[in-house]
């Protein structure tokens, strides 16, 4: 015997399908995203793992990502500044984010990042001016808070 032939969808009705099946997906996906945003973020936040109440996943508290201490500066040359600094004690750190302010500057600048250790020679300074700095630990994307500033004059 024969089988009845098999009648397919037109083009047109499986295009308007496949479309409506993509207009979900992205929906589902948009509501999923509002989601952990709306009810995630409160939850972390309230678990201490923010700095601030700024949403930034960048910055963890210092009992996540312990921040560096003891910072020194020091003057080695007529246009060097060395840096020293105890470690952070989080086994988790990859490696420091060194600022500076000098001068007249308004802010801070972000001037170098290190691995692991814990010294870091600035170079190149301009005389007879003020130069304060901090340090944070990083791991990933992940900041720690700042370390205790520390100056130096060049002279």
Known sequence: ???????SMSDDRRSRLIATARSWRL?????????SCAYLVPIER?????????????????GTLAAPVALLANVTAPTTVRLNWAAST??????????????????????ATRGTATTFDDFGLPGTTVHTYYVEAISGDWTSAQSPTATAVTP
Do not use: K
């Not at 678990?47 to 210092?62: D, I, K, Q």
């Open 1 to 7: 015997t024969r089988m009845p032939a098999v009648t």
């Open 27 to 35: 929906l589902v996906a948009g509501i999923l995203v509002a989601l």
């Open 46 to 62: 309230s678990l201490a793992l923010f700095t601030s109440t700024n949403v930034n996943a960048s910055n963890v508290s210092t």
């Open 90 to 111: 989080s086994p988790f750190v990859t490696g420091y984010n060194i600022y500076r302010l000098s001068g007249a500057e308004p802010d801070y600048t972000l001037i």
